[in-house]
Structures are given as structure tokens and as C-alpha cells.
């Protein structure tokens, strides 16, 4: 066995592991979606304040008095946003979720569109049924709003994380029947 040959194989059993501890990760966090979807916003809401630091201290290092006050107040701002999230992950997961929403229309709507343009060719069928789940599932999460905050966010997270280890287990697989 060659060397590139030894790194495969070991490569092909660490991602296959690593998939498997993804998809049991996913499926935690599908079975406690509205936990998962506060631990996220409070999450988000702790690398905005580190952000905001981060942009603070590198405000004082500007060349100029008025460019590093601009730059100081900007990292205030965010600072202040990331302690609003922190602080109140149920608020957080609101705004996560309006801007899951938001995201899923637009991409089902565009999704249609790309579908109905490429109608005649092979696979325009699928693009549009993702298109249009995307919309629905954008409709629902909204229709109940704010309930579906933070357990939509969960939900997402973990079906994902469900589909990632998959997708890695499969992936493992294939690199290791290639060193055989």
C-alpha cells in the first residue's frame, strides 16, 4: 500500500466516523429542536459581542481621530446588538428566524424562476418542486411566527447536520472502496 493509498483509506474511516457523529448530532438536535435553536441564537449573540470587541479595539489602532471614532461607535453598535442577543436568546431566535424566512421565499421564488426558464430541459421538474417546498416551508415557519422561532431554527439545524453526516458517511464509503 502506498503512502497517498494509506492516507486515503485512514481519510475514508475519519470521515466516515466524523459522519456518523454528524448525523447523531442532527438527530440531538431534531429531538430537542427548541433547545438547539436558543443555543444557536445565543451563539450568534456571542460572536456579534466578540465582533463588536474585536472592532472596538482595532478603532483605537486608526490613523485618524474621526475615522477611529466612526470605527469605535460602529463597534459599540454591534457590541450592543451581540449583548441585546445575548441576553434575550428568545428575541434572537426571532430575528434568526425572520431572516430564515425571508431567506427561504427568495431562494424558492428564484429556484421557480430557474426552473420555469430551463423547462424543457432534464431536471427542471426537481428544481421546481424545491422551489416550491422552499416557499411553503418559508409560508409555514412564518404563518407561525413568532412560535416557530426558535424551534424552526432547531429543526433546520438538525435535519441539516442529518444530511451533512450522511452525505460524509457516503463520501467515507466511496474513498474507501477507491483504496481497495
Not at 466524523?18 to 444557536?40: D, F, K
Amino acid at each position: 500500500m502506498t503512502r497517498s493509498t494509506a492516507t486515503r483509506a485512514m481519510m475514508a474511516k475519519n470521515l466516515k466516523w466524523l459522519g456518523v457523529v454528524t448525523l447523531i448530532l442532527g438527530g440531538l438536535a431534531v429531538a430537542s429542536p427548541l433547545m438547539t435553536g436558543l443555543s444557536v441564537a445565543l451563539l450568534v449573540g456571542v460572536l456579534v459581542v466578540a465582533g463588536g470587541i474585536a472592532r472596538m479595539f482595532w478603532a483605537l489602532r486608526a490613523g485618524s481621530l474621526g475615522r477611529g471614532l466612526f470605527q469605535f461607535a460602529i463597534g459599540g453598535l454591534t457590541l450592543l446588538c451581540g449583548l441585546v442577543l445575548v441576553t434575550d436568546p428568545v428575541f434572537a431566535s426571532g430575528v434568526l428566524t425572520i431572516m430564515i424566512t425571508i431567506y427561504l421565499v427568495i431562494d424558492g421564488v428564484c429556484e421557480i424562476g430557474a426552473a420555469w426558464r430551463m423547462r424543457p430541459a432534464g431536471g427542471w421538474g426537481w428544481l421546481m418542486v424545491a422551489g416550491v417546498v422552499s416557499v411553503l416551508l418559508g409560508l409555514m415557519i412564518w404563518r407561525q411566527f413568532p412560535l416557530s422561532g426558535a424551534w424552526a431554527i432547531g429543526l433546520m439545524l438538525g435535519v441539516k447536520l442529518m444530511l451533512v453526516g450522511l452525505t460524509m458517511i457516503g463520501m467515507g464509503r466511496i474513498a474507501r472502496d477507491e483504496t481497495r
